[in-house]
């Protein structure tokens, strides 16, 4: 016996269609489902639509030409965009000459070097500052137990030597107290 699948698939279709569709329970879940999927779906195009649309109108904004006038309206000056206005603010700030001991504004040549240079100057001198710090105190960490350990052998050395008694610690039975 052989099954014809082309003759069962409809039947078994129409079948789970008439269960589900008198099961108000599965009913509803598959409505709720089907909604919150087409909800998330009209969101992220939405949300891309606008996102491409935003960012359009920011770059026509930057890119748009103007020119500066003056008090009364007249022009003053070349045609510009609000994207190279903002270059050369921005590289006028990080060249401008600031003083190399705190990064004020200067106009002494001998004192100056760019703000650029001030700012990794100062974030570079922190954090070796930092390690330093770290460093130095490891160090001297160190040769505090090393310098302790020292004592220690030589106290007990010299101790030895004074008393010829072999304690319990000469018997390895107990611990020295200056090396715990």
Excluded at 32 to 48: G, P, Y
């Amino acid at each position: 016996m052989q099954i014809n699948v082309e003759t069962i698939l409809p039947l078994v279709v129409e079948k789970v269609a008439d269960e589900i569709m008198s099961d108000g329970d599965i009913r509803d879940a598959i409505r709720t489902q089907i909604s919150k999927r087409v909800d998330a779906l009209f969101a992220e195009t939405a949300k891309a639509q606008i996102e491409a649309v935003i960012q359009s109108s920011i770059n026509d904004a930057l890119d748009r030409e103007y020119c500066a006038a003056d008090a009364f309206g007249q022009r003053s000056g070349p045609t510009t965009t609000i994207r190279r206005k903002l270059l050369e603010i921005a590289s006028g700030y990080w060249a401008q000459s600031v003083s190399k001991r705190d990064g004020t504004p200067t106009s002494n040549a001998y004192d100056a070097i760019s703000r650029a240079e001030y700012v990794m100057m100062k974030v570079c001198g922190e954090q070796f500052s930092e390690q330093m710090k770290q460093h130095s105190v490891n160090v001297a960490g160190a040769l505090k137990d090393a310098y302790r350990g020292h004592v220690a052998d030589l106290l007990d050395k010299m101790i030895g030597e004074i008393f010829r008694v072999r304690s319990a610690q000469d018997q390895n039975k107990a611990t020295n107290p200056l090396k715990a």
